[in-house]
């Protein structure tokens, strides 16, 4: 609540904020069903919006209580709710129409056709992908301006370094989901980058270390766009988001009163921040600071490798040191303020053993280019030249921080309000307010006396006395803008009586303010008997029922490939339908201007020639080809993309796997008879997941993150027919994180070139890493998942066919991974006596080939409490 209180103060037009259920900061402190009715009291008596955080994704079993959940939000008042579950969207659309939704960062839209499908679930603002730059954002702003909906962008804090919604690390380490609100954040962890030495079958046979100097090669800097505001506020974005959340109330003050200190000065011309204003964001914490993707700083800039931490403000670099001082270069000129109290760290290698903290016991001294520091004792006699020392503990940015909470109260100002007063001649007092709200129409909330005036011996109550009396509003969220009083003869009014009929016309005044974003009590009344209808329909039945089990000799097994290769293995082992996702080798990255769409069509060019080699080998084998897109398909691709798709489906590829629905749908409206395949990037986490899924995918592939019991309960939900049939992925090392960064093509050596790579944490794993063709990061889990002896519960949970993500893996892999599978799907066909010990030997040989060991991930794990 004191950050709450401080974003206020500062000027923060709308919250977010977090209940104690279904938030994706689970380990925040976060708000109790009585502390959230308290905020939204306390923000609309200010005229600031509040959102509540609902952005987790969504087991079956919690969506009556989650869905019960949005209801009381709705009743409470709140401005609207953030979500990424698209199952809970389609329910809160269809139970609570009148509830404002807003697209969470983890939905992962960062193209035009994903803010139409927003828009088409009833969200009516996305928080997009931070990962998109201005010219994509206006392009996506003039291309869905038909739809009224609203964008929202970071401005500044903390950056995931993988596109958010599709980072499966924390989760496949330790079982702590991002997408659950969990998250560890590895990514904030030491890792070493090594080379592979792999044997013929893909599987690893050893690693050397690639020498890079950096120690945190997945830590980003911090977000701040302050530099380019004046850009921002120009575009078509709604809304800035600044992230506050574990972070103190002195933080959320001081950042959010400089951005709104920056926007009120570009609203009148004034766009240059002010350099003090940068000292005390840098001050709040930083992990230094870039622009981010949005301005289209390039990777390099985006990334702190050298530490995850708060580094404070820079001050210089030691120049000398002796006993009981040290002397420091001030590059460029910069003056940080220093003076007696503030704490200084004086880093002077690379770890943290090596930092030397202190508290200045006196002001320093300024020279030419120069800055003389007291060093107390027994700190060491010398300190290594060339040791940077940072600024910790400021005593100038206490002092801006508590005068910001200070001066909170007239930031938003008061809301003016007509008061009339009267004493008619029975000397009933009667006092009346009106307020306009922000809509522009009027209330009034009217007080009377509760008994006559009594005569007035000697002193008769005056209009101008009563204005003295009735206008003390000084501390309350109202002002007197207009007041007038008509007192029929003369009374005498004891000020305690005045008083009370000013505090009772204030609380009712608030009272409107409270609830005028209220919804009323039919309105609600009416959503919880929609509600009472789907969960009186919500019962577990038992497993698989809601699909039927289907036939062992039927399972359809799929498998993922980046070659041809790998496709040609495939067929040959005997898989049903591979999806094909070629890396093609272009010479060079994108580039971020003039010739990018020419890049693209070049790219595409060479991916048509791989599909069409693929298909050829397809077509003989009688099976199916399907083209599978990269994770990330931003508008520049897809525009590219949907050009050719009807040249790649007359070469014989039967369809499209897209891991996000914007590219789905971009797909469906240039080829509407294309079968479009859901890849795990969905995030399908529930039946209802499927349900607003179904009219676009004709096969959906379930989250990884899912255990079987989490299945069974999807699987029971859905009926026998109507809907897409399930894939659960069984083999491989699953993708945990697709990333903007170009980790390989900036840190590796040229001699390491065609080297397979990956990123060993403290533990000794090991997690291959590698550049896709549009330069992106793709890190896959440390080792790789295998439910083969799992098939017959997989059978039994309903899902129609098995998928082997082998995309990296040479063909060797494939043809004996294939085979493998293929043979466990025949021991299940003619009910093997002895298919427990048969799968179990398959699985044993499949430990052999599989890099670094083998795992039933999430798939073996005890459902998490509902």
């Known amino acids: 609540m004191d950050a709450l209180r401080a974003a206020v103060a500062a000027g923060a037009d709308a919250v977010y904020l977090g209940g104690k259920r279904f938030g994706a900061r689970r380990f925040a402190a976060n708000f ?52 990424q579950d698209r199952g809970l969207a389609k329910l809160a659309r269809e139970t609570i129409p009148g509830l404002a939704l807003h697209a969470s960062t983890q939905m992962t839209v960062h193209n035009t056709d994903g803010v139409r499908e927003a828009a088409g679930l009833g969200f009516s603002r996305v928080v997009l992908a931070r990962e998109l730059t201005l010219p994509e954002i206006d392009r996506i702003a003039d291309e869905t301006r038909d739809l009224g909906i609203g964008l929202e962008v970071f401005a500044h804090g903390a950056l995931c370094y993988s596109y958010s919604g599709q980072c499966l690390l924390s989760s496949c380490i330790g079982g702590r989901s991002g997408n659950r609100g969990s998250c560890a954040q590895p990514c904030r962890k030491p890792y070493e980058l090594v080379a592979a030495v792999t044997g013929p079958g893909g599987n690893r046979e050893g690693f050397r270390r690639v020498p890079v100097r950096e120690r945190y090669l997945l830590s980003t800097k911090d977000l701040c766009t302050l530099p380019v505001l004046e850009r921002i506020a120009a575009s078509p974005v709604a809304s800035l988001k600044i992230e506050g959340r574990m972070r103190t109330p002195e933080y959320v003050a001081v950042v959010v009163s400089i951005y709104r200190k920056l926007l009120d000065r570009i609203r009148d011309g004034k766009g240059e921040p002010d350099p003090e204003d940068l000292f005390f964001l840098e001050m709040a914490f930083s992990r230094g600071f870039t622009r981010g993707y949005l301005s289209s700083s390039p990777a390099r800039d985006v990334m702190g490798r050298d530490l995850p931490k708060n580094r404070g403000v820079p001050v210089g670099t030691v120049l000398a040191s002796g006993r009981g001082s040290v002397v420091l270069d001030i590059p460029g000129g910069r003056r940080v303020p220093l003076r007696k109290g503030d704490g200084l760290v004086i880093r002077a290698g690379d770890r943290e053993e090596d930092e030397i903290g202190f508290v200045l016991s006196r002001d320093p001294v300024q020279e030419q280019g120069t800055l003389r520091l007291p060093l107390p004792l027994p700190l060491p006699a010398t300190v290594p030249k060339g040791s940077e020392v940072f600024l910790t503990r400021s005593a100038a940015f206490e002092e801006y921080a508590a005068g910001v909470l200070r001066s909170g109260q007239d930031r938003h100002g008061q809301v003016p309000v007509r008061i009339r007063f009267a004493v008619g001649p029975d000397g009933v007092p009667v006092l009346t307010g009106t307020l306009t709200l922000p809509d522009g129409t009027s209330r009034s909330h009217t007080v009377t006396g509760e008994s006559p005036l009594l005569p007035a011996k000697t002193r008769p109550l005056t209009p101008d006395a009563a204005r003295t009396q009735i206008g003390k509003t000084s501390g309350t969220v109202v002002s007197v803008a207009e007041f007038s009083a008509n007192i029929a003869g003369d009374w005498f009014a004891p000020p305690g009586i005045l008083n009370r009929m000013r505090r009772d016309l204030i609380s009712g005044l608030e009272e409107i303010l409270v609830r005028v974003s209220s919804p009323g009590a039919a309105p609600v009344a009416e959503a919880r008997n929609r509600w009472d209808g789907f969960a009186s329909g919500f019962s577990r039945k038992d497993p698989g029922s809601g699909r039927g089990q289907p036939d062992p000799a039927g399972l359809g097994i799929s498998l993922y490939t980046d070659t041809v290769d790998g496709v040609r293995a495939a067929f040959s082992a005997g898989a049903d339908r591979v999806y094909f996702e070629p890396q093609v080798g272009m010479p060079a990255c994108p580039p971020s201007g003039n010739g990018r769409r020419e890049w693209y069509r070049e790219y595409l060019s060479r991916i048509v020639a791989d599909l069409a080699e693929a298909a050829g080998i397809a077509r003989p084998a009688g099976t199916r080809l399907v083209w599978k897109l990269p994770e990330i398909s931003r ?88 809907y897409p049939p399930l894939e659960i992925i069984v083999q491989g090392n699953l993708p945990v994180m697709v990333a903007e960064d170009r980790l390989l093509s900036l840190l590796v050596p040229p001699e390491f070139s065609g080297t397979r790579f990956g990123l060993r944490d403290g533990t000794g794993r090991v997690f291959p890493v590698a550049e896709d063709s549009e330069c992106r990061t793709r890190i896959r889990n440390a080792v790789e998942l295998c439910l083969i002896d799992r098939l017959p519960g997989i059978l039994a949970a309903g899902a129609g066919s098995v998928a082997i993500d082998a995309r990296g893996r040479p063909p060797e892999y494939i043809d004996r991974m294939v085979r493998a599978y293929r043979a466990a799907a025949e021991c299940l066909a003619r009910e093997d006596p002895d298919r427990d010990a048969r799968l179990f030997a398959l699985k044993e040989e499949i430990r052999d080939m599989a890099w670094g060991g083998i795992t039933t991930g999430h798939f073996g794990r005890k459902p998490e409490p509902g």
Do not use: Q, W
């Not at 008596?45 to 987790?56: A, S």
């Not at 709705?74 to 401005?79: A, I, K, L, N």
């Not at 040249?647 to 469906?668: E, F, H, K, N, Q």
């Open 32 to 83: 109790s069903d009585e502390e959230l009715r308290d905020a939204i009291r306390y923000c609309h008596l200010r005229n600031v919006r509040v959102y509540v955080t609902v952005n987790t994704l969504m087991h079956d079993r919690e969506l009556p209580e989650a869905l019960a959940y949005l209801i009381d939000l709705y009743d409470s008042g709140v401005d609207a709710v953030l979500l």
């Open 635 to 722: 508008d520049d691709f897809l525009e590219s993309a949907v050009d050719i798709l009807p040249g790649v489906l007359s070469r014989g590829v039967a369809g499209c796997m897209a891991d996000d629905s914007g590219a789905g749908t971009a797909l469906r409206k240039r080829c509407g008879d294309c079968e479009l395949f859901g890849g795990a990037g969905l995030n399908v986490f529930n039946a209802d997941s499927v349900s607003a899924l179904s009219a676009l995918f004709s096969v959906l592939t379930l989250s990884p993150e899912l255990s079987l019991g989490d299945i069974r309960d999807l699987a029971s939900r859905l009926p026998g027919s109507g």
